[in-house]
Structure formats: structure tokens, C-alpha cells
């Protein structure tokens, strides 16, 4: 398997676009804060990392690791793809407010 071939090759031009329109900026600024450490993802990098993954197809948050693993399509989407469990935690953790995500 050639992994320099890959069938997203139109995260380019989604990333140009994302770029171009400072969307991980605005989303930054209005959903604030979403990890605790220095490093890591920021929220608006999530988000848009969980759009393109729908766009490209991919339902459940399972298909993030997906994409992760297609090195020539990570290369050209405009973010990195978070891994799923770290999407679903940070997710939950800002959706509920507490931190708990299931009973």
C-alpha cells in the first residue's frame, strides 16, 4: 500500500478555505477554553477537526482514528485529528460542565 496516495484530497482545499476564513480563530474565541494542559488541541481545532471528519465521511467519533491513521490525508486537512477517546472526553466535558459523561 503506497501511503503517499490517499482519497481525501479535498481536505486541501477545505483547509485553504478554513485557513483563509479564520474559523479555528472565531471558533477559539467563542468556545473558550477546552483542555487543561499547555498543549494539546484548542477547541476550535476540535471542532473543525470533527466537521472535516464528517465531511469526509466518517459518522461516529471512531472515524477520527481513522483519519489518523491515513498519513497523506492528516497532512492535508487544515488540523490535526484528535484521537476519538480524547474528542469524546473533551466533548463531554464541555457540553455537561461536570465532567461526568454517562451515569
Do not use: H, N, Y
Not at 481525501?8 to 477546552?34: I, K, N, P, T
Not at 488541541?41 to 461516529?60: F, K, S
Amino acid at each position: 500500500m503506497d501511503r503517499s496516495l490517499t482519497g481525501l484530497a479535498g481536505l486541501a482545499a477545505l483547509a485553504v478555505l478554513v485557513g483563509r476564513l479564520g474559523v479555528v480563530e472565531a471558533l477559539d474565541g467563542l468556545v473558550g477554553s477546552v483542555k487543561r494542559r499547555a498543549r494539546g488541541l484548542t477547541g476550535g481545532q476540535l471542532l473543525v477537526g470533527l466537521a472535516t471528519a464528517q465531511l469526509a465521511g466518517q459518522a461516529t467519533l471512531a472515524g477520527l482514528d481513522r483519519l489518523r491513521l491515513d498519513e497523506a490525508g492528516g497532512l492535508l486537512a487544515g488540523v490535526p485529528f484528535a484521537p476519538s477517546r480524547t474528542a469524546a472526553r473533551l466533548a463531554c466535558v464541555r457540553i455537561s460542565g461536570t465532567g461526568v459523561c454517562w451515569p
